[in-house]
């Protein structure tokens, strides 16, 4: 079955870096369309950033100039480089997948974010805590 295993949180102070990786497994990994959500207490899901199988990518205005999402087909993992990190970037992030690549960038064109009802299968989050 479908597997996404994240990896990469950690507390940094503001300004600072991190590097998210998503490591996948059980499917066509290259066909899928990926993306990064994260979600903060009390807050909703929000789509970061996204990818599709030619590299076309989505970036949430706020993180725009300062996170980028890749993939590494060979070895099946995704990542996003978070840099200049903020203390609002605070939050669980989680790695998410759906073959469904028309689905998801009909969303992106007719409403213009990443929605998380878009996507089938998704990792089990990691934390990304940054300080002031």
Same mark, same amino acid.
């Given at each position: 079955?479908? !597997?996404l295993? %994240?990896?990469?949180?950690?507390?940094?102070?503001a300004?600072?870096?991190?590097?998210?990786? &998503?490591?996948?497994s059980?499917y066509?990994?290259?066909?899928?369309y990926?993306?990064?959500?994260?979600?903060?207490?009390?807050k %909703?899901? %929000?789509?970061?950033?996204?990818?599709?199988? +030619?590299?076309?990518?989505?970036?949430?205005?706020?993180? *725009?100039?300062?996170?980028?999402?890749? *993939?590494?087909? @060979? *070895?099946?993992?995704?990542?996003?480089?978070?840099?200049?990190? *903020?203390? %609002?970037d605070?939050a669980?992030?989680? &790695? @998410?997948?759906?073959p469904?690549?028309?689905?998801?960038?009909?969303t992106?064109?007719?409403?213009?974010?990443?929605?998380? @009802? +878009?996507?089938?299968?998704?990792?089990q989050?990691? !934390?990304?805590?940054v300080?002031?």
């Amino acid at each position: 079955q479908v !597997q996404l295993v %994240e990896s990469g949180g950690g507390s940094v102070q503001a300004g600072g870096s991190l590097r998210l990786s &998503c490591a996948t497994s059980g499917y066509t990994y290259s066909s899928y369309y990926m993306g990064w959500f994260r979600q903060a207490p009390g807050k %909703e899901r %929000e789509g970061v950033a996204g990818i599709d199988d +030619d590299g076309s990518t989505y970036y949430a205005n706020s993180v *725009k100039g300062r996170f980028t999402i890749s *993939k590494d087909n @060979a *070895k099946n993992t995704l990542y996003l480089q978070m840099n200049n990190l *903020k203390p %609002e970037d605070t939050a669980m992030y989680y &790695c @998410a997948a759906d073959p469904r690549s028309w689905l998801v960038m009909g969303t992106i064109q007719a409403l213009g974010v990443l929605r998380s @009802a +878009d996507f089938n299968y998704w990792g089990q989050g990691t !934390q990304v805590t940054v300080s002031s």
